[in-house]
Structure formats: C-alpha cells, structure tokens
C-alpha cells in the first residue's frame, strides 16, 4: 500500500493535516533532549521527514538511520536527506540490523499503527536503545471531547478518505487510515504495552486537543513512575 501511494505521500499529509505535521514532528525531536552526537533511529521512516527534524534539530549534529520496508517510499526520502548525515536502509522494525544498545534515541512517526506486530516492534527497540536511552512516538488518536470527537469523526470517517483517494488514486489506503486509527489501542493501553515491552517511564503527551498523541519512553528506570497520561 505505502508503495502504491508514496508519491503523493507528503503532500497528503500537509494537506490533510493543515500542515500540522510539521510542528508535531518538531514536538516528538524536541522531547528527545538531543544535545549533539547521538545516533538516532527512525523506524518506519517513509519518506524520512522525521529523520530530517531529528538530523536538524537545533543543537550539535547526529547520525541518523531511517529504517522503512517500502522501496518506494525510501525511494523518495533518498532525494530529500541528499547530502545529509542520514542513512537510510530497508528493513523490518521487528528485526532491527543493528548491534544491542547501540542507538541513544528512536523515534516512529505514525508507524507504529501499522506494524503487524508492534509488540515485537517495541522489544527490538528496546534491545537496541542504550540504558537511559528515550523512545519518542507519534501515532494518531480520537480527541476526547466528546463535542470535538463527533466532528472530527466526520472529516476523518467521511471528508479525508474522500481527499486522500482523489489525489492519492487509491481506493483503500485512505480509509484504511482511519479504520486502524479506531482499531489501535487507545493512549492508555499503548502506554502499558511499551512498559510490558521492557520501557520504564512511559508519558503519553496530547498534541492539538488529542488527535495525535506522542509517547515518550525510557529504557531502564524500572522504579520510575510508570505511565504517566497527561
Ligand atoms: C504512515 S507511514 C509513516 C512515514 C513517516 N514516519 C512519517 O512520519 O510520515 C508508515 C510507514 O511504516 C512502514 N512500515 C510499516 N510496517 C513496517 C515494518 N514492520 N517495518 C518497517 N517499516 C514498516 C510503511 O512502509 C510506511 O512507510
């Protein structure tokens, strides 16, 4: 499905987010405390815009690994991190290629949904993170207000996959995307799957009234204060 539709990609993704995508990426950098020459991986990179904040966030340089399965949607992420410290490789989230806490940072730009296993996904984060190293996620959600919910159903049930099919000229991924944003576990429960995965401290942040959430989680700290849902 990504391959079919990594052309029109980005563009449906400004657009159909107001171009709030962008601040969300900054959001999920930001709360990575990246202070310079870490490595950081993005899984299920697409066409790599979170790479891109994490290698351009504002203090000191980082090596950065996107890791995607989609040949097509790398294809494009290829053109754009040219001449920037960002490697980009295919792979499976599930099998990382790389050694035991080798990464200081990973970070999943609404990925996480679609992997088949997330559990086994969150595990191999784990493994590869260093001790104290931090997990960012950012995955879509249903704003809590129940007023706000009912409107919001109608653009993203009825309004987006209408958008998304026209430009994307696919019939399924733009209703497939809010049919698994409904299916994935609310905030809550996620967060108790990153702390069965092995995660310590795990804060589930709301972003623009609740439609995206963004997970931060620590490996290690196993007396912390567990989940914390803001
Ligand atoms: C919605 S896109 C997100 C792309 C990008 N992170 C962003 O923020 O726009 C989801 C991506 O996850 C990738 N993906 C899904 N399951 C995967 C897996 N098991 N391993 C690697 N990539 C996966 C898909 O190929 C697709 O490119």
């Known amino acids: ?41 993005d899984l299920c990179t697409g066409t790599a815009d979170l790479a891109l904040a994490a290698a351009s966030a504002t203090k ?19 053109e754009k991190v040219r001449g920037r410290n960002i490697a980009l490789i295919r792979g499976d989230a599930t099998c990382i290629p790389l050694a035991d806490g080798t990464v200081d940072a990973v970070t999943i730009g609404f990925g996480i949904r679609n992997v088949e296993h997330p559990l086994e996904a969150c595990r ?13 996620i950012l995955e879509f959600s249903l704003p809590r207000s129940t007023i706000l919910r009912s409107s919001y159903l109608w ?33 809550e429960a996620f967060s108790r799957q990153l702390r069965e995965s092995g995660f310590g401290t795990v804060r589930a942040v709301p972003l623009t009234f609740g439609v995206v959430y963004l997970f931060v989680a620590l490996k290690g700290e196993p007396n912390g204060p567990g989940v914390i849902i803001e």
Do not use: C
């Open 124 to 136: 191999e984060i784990v493994r590869v993170l260093r001790p104290l190293g931090k997990l960012a």
């Open 1 to 41: 499905m990504f391959d079919a539709i990594a052309g029109r990609y980005d563009l449906l993704n400004h657009l159909l987010s107001a171009g709030l995508d962008r601040r969300w990426r900054t959001q999920a950098i930001a709360a990575l405390d990246l202070t310079g020459g870490e490595t950081v991986l």
């Open 60 to 78: 000191g340089a980082r090596r950065v690994v996107g890791l995607d399965f989609s040949a097509e949607m790398l294809r494009i992420g290829i």
């Open 155 to 187: 653009y993203f049930r009825r309004v987006l996959p209408l958008i998304g099919r026209v430009i994307s000229k696919h019939q399924g991924a733009y209703t497939y995307l809010p049919q698994s944003v409904e299916a994935f576990p609310p905030p």
